[in-house]
Each structure stands twice: as structure tokens, then as C-alpha cells.
């Protein structure tokens, strides 16, 4: 049945560097055969292109006069967002160190995140989905119930991070997202947190689901059917 506009709902994965939210959206997304967002890539496009131009990340001015004249969209391809630059998907030049360094600092500037938060929040339009970032249950659907804040130790966080082959501190990424003005780094209220230190993804996934029945999405949604 089509439902209307009002009748998506979103889960909301939030949590540190490293702490394995993408990992867990993903699996979630697939399980429930739900739309996955990574509300992150959409900042890292937005740093790439500012340090393609040779702007400073750091200056509103600058990274503003990028993103004024960007050609920043989002598809759904696969059962997962692509944020696309121009109509292309940068591909792993999102995960370059140099975009790693300085994404943060293009995070933190309130106009930046004003646009991307409405770029993410019209996904909703579309279908029920699972959005991960840093500030999806705080700021960008503080309304929904179902939100699961991931978290886990900084030591497992910097190993799984250089598995990644990725040198950056992720105790310096906590302070910058945490401290910043704009939307910063918090356990969302209401949120389930789970400590995924020392789980497998498939726990995870498994306490998820568990977290998810107790706050009702399954029982929405067969009410949702039943109307």
C-alpha cells in the first residue's frame, strides 16, 4: 500500500569514529530491507570539493562560497544513499586522508550542516530508512523513537581504524565533534546504547533487532498494514 508523506519513519545510528555504526546500519538496512543513509559521506563531499578548489576548510567564507555553487544531490541506488558531485560519485577519494583531516572542521560550520540536514531529512520523503552520522537522532529526526547510539572503547576504535589503513587520532576527531557548537557529538535523548567494543557485528545486529522490537517498529508496522 502507499503510504502517506508522515507515515516513514527513520532509525537513527549515531555514534563516534570508528565506533561501527556504518557497519551496523548496513546490516540493519539489509535485514529489514530498509533504505541505509550515510549522513557522513554527504560532509565528506563537501570537504572534497572544498579541498579540490584550495579552499581553507576551516573558513566559512571560503567553504560557503564552495558550497554555493555545488552540485551536491543524493540517489537511491541498491537500497543505499550515493551522494553524487555534478552527477558522479567520488568514489574512495572520500576516504583520503587529507578529506579524513579535515572534515570536522567543515562539519562544525552551522550553514553547512543547515543545508545537508535538509538534503538528508528529504530522503524521508522516499520510504522508511536507517540514517547513520553523529547527530541523526539529536538534530536531524529528533522525533523518531527508534534511535541506537553505537559506542566502544577508543583503543578498539583506533585499531579498526588503522585496519582501515587510516592514521588519524580518533580521540582528536571525539574532541572536535563533541566541542563543536553546532550540533555536536551526544547521546541522543532516548536513544538504546550499545557498546560494541567487544561484539561481533552479527551481536550487534542481533542486540539491534532486540532494542528495536522493545521500542515497536515491528508492531508499527503491522499496525501500518493493518490500516
Not at 579541498?51 to 567564507?61: M, R
Not at 570536522?104 to 547513520?132: G, H, T
Not at 547521546?187 to 550487534?204: F, L, R
Request: some cysteine; overall charge negative.
Amino acid at each position: 500500500m502507499q503510504r502517506q508523506h508522515n507515515r516513514f519513519d527513520a532509525i537513527a545510528i549515531d555514534g563516534p569514529a570508528a565506533s561501527g555504526k556504518s557497519t551496523v546500519a548496513k546490516a540493519l538496512a539489509e535485514t529489514l530491507e530498509l533504505t541505509m543513509v550515510n549522513s557522513g559521506e554527504m560532509y565528506r563531499a563537501v570537504t572534497l570539493s572544498v579541498l579540490q578548489h584550495g579552499a581553507n576548510p576551516s573558513s566559512a567564507d571560503e567553504v560557503l562560497g564552495i558550497l554555493k555553487e555545488l552540485e551536491l544531490s543524493c540517489i537511491v541506488e541498491g537500497g543505499a544513499s550515493r551522494v553524487l558531485i555534478s552527477g558522479a560519485h567520488p568514489g574512495e577519494a572520500l576516504r583520503s586522508e587529507t578529506v579524513n583531516a579535515s572534515v570536522s572542521a567543515v562539519s562544525a560550520i552551522p550553514e553547512v550542516r543547515r543545508q545537508l540536514v535538509d538534503l538528508q531529512r528529504s530522503l524521508l520523503d522516499q520510504s522508511d530508512l536507517v540514517m547513520e552520522g553523529r547527530d541523526i537522532g539529536s538534530v536531524v529526526f529528533p522525533e523518531t523513537p527508534y534511535k541506537i547510539y553505537i559506542e566502544a572503547s577508543e583503543s578498539v576504535r583506533n585499531k579498526r581504524r588503522a585496519d582501515e589503513g587510516l592514521s588519524d587520532s580518533v580521540s582528536e576527531r571525539d574532541r572536535l565533534d563533541r566541542s563543536r557548537k553546532t550540533a555536536p557529538l551526544v547521546v541522543p535523548d532516548g536513544a538504546v546504547v550499545i557498546d560494541s567494543s567487544q561484539m561481533t557485528i552479527n551481536e550487534v545486529l542481533e542486540h539491534s533487532l532486540g532494542k528495536l522490537r522493545d521500542l515497536g517498529w515491528f508492531t508499527r508496522n503491522t499496525q501500518i498494514m493493518k490500516e
